[in-house]
């Protein structure tokens, strides 16, 4: 268990479903990521949240929302989709956003096949 | 602009040494990062190494960083098949605080 915790591990969608992504982390950290990880692709940051406010969105379809509750819960719910969209989407926490002394601590992941 | 560059892939016997090495272009680089991504599962942070080092040593693992030519390095000792997975380079910087990863370096170890 890594302390960070992603549900579910594995999730089939058509593309007019609604789904969410859940990460959850019970280390005590302040800033929470989304982040896309496609086949020969580098990781792609989507969304960053720090204190519950959300400080990043690059450049994300609306067909991603991002939601954070309280700083252990982040979730990514999705609508819509496209088969592109189709990746392992992971989750990430650090200390505060800015103060990466540490790097990040990742879940496990989501894979998400969009059909 | 941030860019992390690495080799896409590393092919070693069991029980040589292997090198992964990463360049990357932002010059205010605070922190340097090597994460092991294992079939299936996240990314787990292996070491990190503060810029104004020059190495780092952890048992099998040593990060070798030249500031100067902004080339960072991982060396693994004694390589095992269990070692075999994807290792990502990434640092951090003082103007965004946000961690930028490279591609990932895929390492295959024959026995």
């Known amino acids: 268990e890594t302390g960070v915790t992603q549900t579910p591990r594995h999730l089939v969608m058509g593309m007019t479903n609604k789904k969410s992504l859940k990460c959850e982390q019970h280390l005590g950290h302040n800033a929470m990521y989304w982040y896309k990880q496609s086949a020969k692709k580098p990781l792609e940051l989507m969304f960053v949240y720090s204190l519950e406010e959300r400080v990043e969105n690059n450049s994300v379809p609306s067909r991603f929302s991002p939601e954070c509750p309280n700083s252990s819960h982040l979730f990514l719910h999705l609508h819509t989709l496209q088969p592109e969209d189709s990746a392992l989407y992971l989750c990430?926490?650090?200390?505060?956003?800015?103060?990466?002394?540490?790097?990040?601590?990742f879940g496990s992941g989501t894979r998400l096949t969009v059909v | 602009g941030e860019d992390v560059e690495q080799s896409l892939f590393l092919s070693v016997r069991e029980g040589d040494s292997s090198v992964i090495n990463c360049t990357y272009t932002d010059s205010s680089s605070t922190y340097l990062y090597w994460y092991k991504q294992e079939p299936g599962a996240g990314l787990q942070l292996l070491t990190y190494i503060f810029s104004n080092m020059d190495m780092k040593q952890d048992q099998r693992l040593t990060v070798l960083l030249n500031k100067k030519d902004k080339h960072l390095s991982l060396r693994i000792a004694d390589t095992q098949t269990g070692d075999s997975a994807i290792y990502f380079c990434a640092e951090t910087t003082s103007n965004t605080g946000k961690l930028i990863f490279g591609q990932g370096t895929t390492l295959q170890v024959k026995p």
């Open positions: 990430a926490s650090s200390q505060g956003f800015g103060d990466s002394n540490y790097g990040y601590t």
